[in-house]
């Protein structure tokens, strides 16, 4: 069974950071992308990062461009995101999504129950 399970989000001031970590299981994971995508309150999906699965190539959505680092340690079964200088509107719930492939945009085949961040002073 694939699992997918995220911690490290919380509350934090803006202009703070976080590191989110997601640990999985039930497939090779260094076979495969990954990718973190959120969900803000109210609104629809947006995918945020994704990263090969070796991790030698890695993409982020406009919103957090240069402000975020992913990254993965294939020997822990573990994919991070690193957030920095938040803001209000980084205000969302945080899922981790296995991709189909070795793509970084390929279809999200499994997901995480996601973690909440909540960026507010």
Not at 51 to 63: P, R, V
Not at 90 to 102: E, H, I, L, P
Request: charged share 15%.
């Amino acid at each position: 069974e694939v699992q997918l399970v995220e911690s490290g989000g919380g509350l934090v001031q803006p202009g703070g950071s976080l590191r989110l970590s997601c640990v999985v299981s039930g497939f090779t994971f260094s076979s495969y992308a990954m990718s973190w995508v959120r969900q803000a309150p109210g609104k629809g999906l947006e995918w945020v990062s994704g990263i090969s699965a070796s991790g030698g190539f890695t993409d982020y959505g406009d919103s957090v461009k240069g402000r975020s680092t992913i990254s993965r340690d294939n020997a822990k079964n573990t994919v991070y995101l690193q957030l920095n200088n938040l803001k209000p509107g980084d205000t969302a719930v945080y899922f981790c999504a296995k991709g189909g492939s070795n793509w970084i945009h390929a279809a999200v085949d499994s997901w995480g129950k996601g973690t909440l961040v909540t960026v507010s002073s």
